[in-house]
């Protein structure tokens, strides 16, 4: 198998982040995954040329998609050094004193020594048992940049950040975010929050790509689903699915999609996204099914401080 690679996108500490990631996040559109499924997709997904993983402390897999890194490299596929793994610090370990030995924990678990990028997965902070708690983002920065200049992640960023949550940290931080990762999909274009971070040079990652292109299982889910015929005339025209014309609509957009899949053969469909380009009028037709409908909205965190949405 001839795997495609993506191309890279600069990040503003200088290094660079591979501009398409397999997530590993379970359970956002009603799935029946075991852990195992998350160690064959890893390693199916370096097989197929993705270079970039997404995984989060929260996630409960980090194991599995070390393992599945593992895999990769036992096979000659690739070396640690040519991937770009991303994880992130939950929300009950947001104290100063916590990030660090959180990151480590991680880490052991991955059975890795670094990674290129950790993120701040929700600016909201709660206690262990998941009620509200009230530490200060700013002070879980300043754990993050011990972080980095530790080593043990070679980039810091943020995700579900707002605009004025990105301008407060910009504005009290010696080490700016290189990346904010939030949901961006048809349906959630995000068009202000991504011209935020792009004149701000933080990188978008963008989670929940397809929106609700795939099933959700909310009969109610606005359009685009699978079959809309806008969508589909623009795939028939490439020679592509709907699924890789949704991805590549991010990619025409300079954002780093994170599409979730299990499948081998779906995995490989979505990284099949570089041998082809949208017109800037495909993707205005793809924008305007913007209604700024969430995917993932987490009602029960309304009333939490610093609720982002
Ligand atoms: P996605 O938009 O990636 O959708 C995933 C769903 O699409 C799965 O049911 C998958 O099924 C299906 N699918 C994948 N490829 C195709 C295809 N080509 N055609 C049709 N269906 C397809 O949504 P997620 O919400 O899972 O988000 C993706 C990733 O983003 C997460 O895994 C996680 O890494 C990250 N994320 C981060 C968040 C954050 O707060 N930072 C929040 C939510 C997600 P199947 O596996 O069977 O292919």
């Known amino acids: 198998v001839l795997a495609t690679q993506p191309p890279c996108v600069l990040l503003n500490d200088g290094h660079k982040m591979p501009m398409l990631a397999l997530g590993t996040g379970r359970g956002t559109a009603k799935e029946t995954d075991t852990l195992d ?4 997709a890893v390693f199916w997904a370096i097989e197929a040329g993705y270079r970039h993983i997404d995984t989060a402390a929260v996630y409960g897999d980090e194991e599995q998609v070390g393992q599945g890194i593992a895999d990769a490299i ?28 959180a990151l480590k924990e991680s880490l052991s678990r991955l059975g890795l020594e670094y990674v290129d990028l950790y ?22 920065w300043k754990g993050m940049e011990e972080a980095k200049q530790l080593g043990l992640t070679t980039s810091i960023g943020v995700s579900n950040f707002n605009i004025s949550q990105i301008d407060r940290l910009l ?10 990762e939030f949901e961006v999909n048809p349906t959630l274009t ?5 011209h935020h971070c792009m004149s701000h040079n933080i990188a978008v990652m963008a989670y929940s790509p397809f929106g609700f292109l795939v099933s959700r299982s909310r009969p109610d889910a606005p359009p685009p689903r699978y079959d ?9 025209k490439y020679g592509k699915s709907p699924g890789q014309v949704v991805l590549r609509f991010a990619i025409e957009r300079g954002l780093v999609p994170i599409p979730k899949s299990t499948n081998q053969k779906r995995i490989a469909e979505n990284i099949n996204i570089f041998d082809f380009e949208l017109t800037a009028e495909e993707v205005a037709a793809i924008s305007k099914f913007n209604k700024n409908v969430r995917v993932i909205e ?9 609720y982002p949405f």
């Open 37 to 40: 499924d998350v160690r064959n």
């Open 74 to 101: 036992a096979k000659g596929i690739v070396t640690r050094d040519q991937l770009f793994i991303t994880t992130k610090l939950w929300n009950d370990k947001h104290a100063r004193d916590q990030v660090v030995p």
């Open 119 to 140: 993120l701040i997965h929700f600016p909201i902070s709660t206690k262990a048992d998941g009620s509200p708690d009230n530490i200060d983002y700013l002070d879980t």
């Open 171 to 180: 504005s009290n931080s010696n080490v700016p975010p290189a990346v904010n």
């Open 190 to 194: 995000q068009e202000p929050l991504v």
């Open 228 to 236: 809309d015929p806008t969508i589909g005339a623009i795939a028939a």
């Open 298 to 306: 987490i009602e029960g965190w309304k009333d939490y401080p610093n």
